[in-house]
């Protein structure tokens, strides 16, 4: 389906957003896309051999990131990753069940008491000292036959992702709404950039209707 470099795999950053730029509220309600997109989300996590989110994501939401909103067999499942420099995700995560493999990404530093006992439930990989080195862990999962990841990480994931020039494309949902709101998370956080012409540039593929909702897919021009 898609190519990546030999080191790393082809990342498809995908996220829904309203007009006005918004993943979530600010207390966190983030159902945005319409069901036709839903569909073509879980079609896309058929076609990728891992998926990546943050660990902030797992908290908040408690995702399963399975391909079941479709006719799928289990081994459709891709490999599910979380980045989770300190080891804190929950036990009784929906991640951590055994429908697919997961992976979760910790620092050095995370407790070692912590790790042995996500051991039990996950493959956990030492990625990074002080925080999980992103791009070495991109390295490592290509080196594990992942060739295509999907992206659908929170605001923070995905600016890190993308200021590392670790994104090779976007594919974005906007939904017919605003909702406004300064601690409303938006497609990006992080620290965010100084100077216009330091950011991030695309290069649009293509766009169309689905339902009421306008996908648009860009290229990353890393």
């Known amino acids: 389906m898609l190519s990546s470099n030999n080191r790393r795999p082809y990342v498809i950053l995908n996220s829904a957003m309203t007009l006005d730029g918004k993943m979530a509220t600010k207390t966190g309600s983030s159902k945005i896309s319409g069901n036709e997109d839903i569909l073509r989300v879980h079609e896309l996590r058929r076609d990728v051999d891992a998926i990546m989110v943050g660990i902030n994501t797992v908290i908040t939401d408690d995702p399963k990131l399975t391909v079941h909103k479709i006719s799928a067999d289990n081994q459709d499942n891709p490999l599910r990753v979380v980045v989770d420099s300190r080891a804190r995700i929950p036990i009784s995560s929906r991640i951590l069940n055994f429908d697919a493999p997961t992976l979760i990404a910790v620092a050095e530093h995370a407790s070692s008491e912590r790790v042995k006992y996500l ?68 497609l990006a956080d ?33």
């Open 119 to 186: 051991n039990e439930r996950a493959e956990v990989l030492i990625c990074g000292k002080g925080r999980v080195d992103l791009k070495a862990l991109l390295e490592k999962l290509a080196l594990k036959g992942v060739k295509t990841l999907m992206l659908e990480g929170g605001s923070t994931l995905n600016y890190s992702m993308l200021i590392n020039g670790l994104v090779s494309e976007i594919r974005i949902c906007i939904a017919p709404m605003i909702v406004g709101g300064r601690e409303a998370k938006t």
């Open 190 to 222: 992080g620290d965010g950039i100084d100077y216009m012409k330091d950011a991030v540039k695309l290069r649009l593929k293509k766009s169309y209707m689905l339902g009421e909702d306008l996908i648009v897919e860009y290229d990353v021009l890393n």
